[in-house]
């Protein structure tokens, strides 16, 4: 079992910046690949980034790219979605979420965090 908890989310203006923490506890947190997730309201959740347990392979949403980072700290058993440039439509509640290295589906998400952009 994992427990994720994200923290970060707020209030910024367009253009702007926030840091996402997504702090793990329970498993080897080194043993899993790790994403971060966003679902506005009326909308579906949808993928932002992901990164492999190694922190070698990044992976991003067309939409995020060039302007959010995913990176992960494994000594800290969290990672991290740095995201720059900041747009109204990226307003939306961000989960953070692990997948063992084996696997094919995220198995463990944490409980959101909202990020709200304004124009």
């Known amino acids: 079992q994992v427990q994720l908890v994200e923290s970060g989310g707020g209030l910024v203006q367009a253009g702007g910046s926030l840091r996402l923490s997504c702090a793990a506890s329970?498993?080897?947190?080194?043993?899993?690949?790790m994403g971060w997730f966003r679902q506005a309201p009326g909308k579906e959740r949808e993928f932002v980034a992901g990164?492999?347990?190694?922190?070698?392979?990044?992976y991003y949403a067309d939409s995020v790219k060039g302007r959010f980072t995913i990176s992960r700290d494994n000594a800290k058993n969290t990672v991290y979605l740095q995201m720059n440039s900041l747009k109204p439509e990226d307003t939306a509640v961000y989960y953070c979420?692990?997948?063992?290295?084996?696997?094919?589906?995220?198995?463990?998400w944490g409980q959101g965090t909202q990020v709200t952009v304004s124009s």
């Open positions: 979420a692990a997948r063992n290295v084996l696997g094919t589906t995220y198995e463990y």
């Open positions: 329970g498993r080897t947190f080194s043993r899993y690949d």
């Open positions: 990164n492999r347990w190694s922190g070698e392979s990044t």
